[in-house]
């Protein structure tokens, strides 16, 4: 099955600087690759999303890079904020199958 | 925002009794999760079920059961509970098979066991 790393687990920075997670995963044919974000004592939610045919996807301060040969992709926040402190968490799976989570990353923004 | 629901939303229970959490989702989706998050953070897969096929985490004890009474609900059942039961349970759901595969969560269910 898929076997997806997650790094760094713990991340702190300060309010205004980029942060960066990066996730990789073994199996080649995994074609979709969420991001989630879950604060404190709440649910994990989509923060962003890429598929297997796009290389780089940007929403406001958050982006995402994927390498498929390389088999890894990446979370960039820029312009951080205290309200992005939370554990994300990237995914990866192929059409129809289970999603595989990373081990999730602390990230902290210092004021 | 109730797309993925679950109740209870705190169940505190003793050593050896059973418990079942509800979920329902009205995302209209055919594939439902459910996932263990330990006290480090670890989102694992327990199983997941559409009307089709029930696939099954083999590294969770049998004394974990899903029941789903119709394709909008996914109850987990819960045996002899234990001590290291003690974690978030969430429910998810997605439409698998199509372009849109995101996995929508409820708000998770902390289980102790005492």
């Known amino acids: 099955g898929e076997n997806v790393e997650q790094h760094p687990s713990t991340l702190s920075v300060q309010e205004g600087d980029s942060a960066v997670i990066k996730c990789t995963y073994s199996?080649?044919?995994?074609?979709?690759f969420p991001w989630y974000k879950q604060e404190l004592g709440k649910r994990p939610q989509l923060i962003i999303d890429i598929r297997s045919n796009v290389g780089e996807k940007k929403d406001q301060r958050i982006a995402v890079t994927l390498n498929k040969t390389a088999k890894h992709f990446s979370l960039h926040i820029t312009e951080t904020q205290p309200e992005d402190s939370a554990v994300y968490f990237c995914a990866a799976s192929r059409a129809g199958n289970q999603f595989y989570f990373g081990t999730g990353t602390s990230l902290t923004v210092i004021p | 925002d109730t797309a993925v629901s679950q109740t209870p939303k705190y169940l505190v229970t003793q050593m050896g009794n059973d418990k079942s959490i509800k979920c329902e989702q009205n995302l209209g989706h055919d594939t439902m999760y459910w996932y263990k998050q330990d006290s480090k953070k670890f989102l694992k897969i327990m199983f997941s079920y559409n009307n089709k096929e029930l696939i099954i985490n083999e590294t969770v004890p049998n004394r974990f059961s899903p029941k789903s009474p119709d394709k909008a609900h996914l109850n987990l059942h819960i045996n002899s509970l234990e001590l290291g039961d003690s974690a978030v349970y969430f429910c998810a759901s997605s439409q698998v098979g199509q372009s849109q595969e995101t996995q929508y969560f409820g708000p998770g269910t902390r289980l102790l066991v005492l």
């Open positions: 199996d080649s044919a995994s074609n979709y």
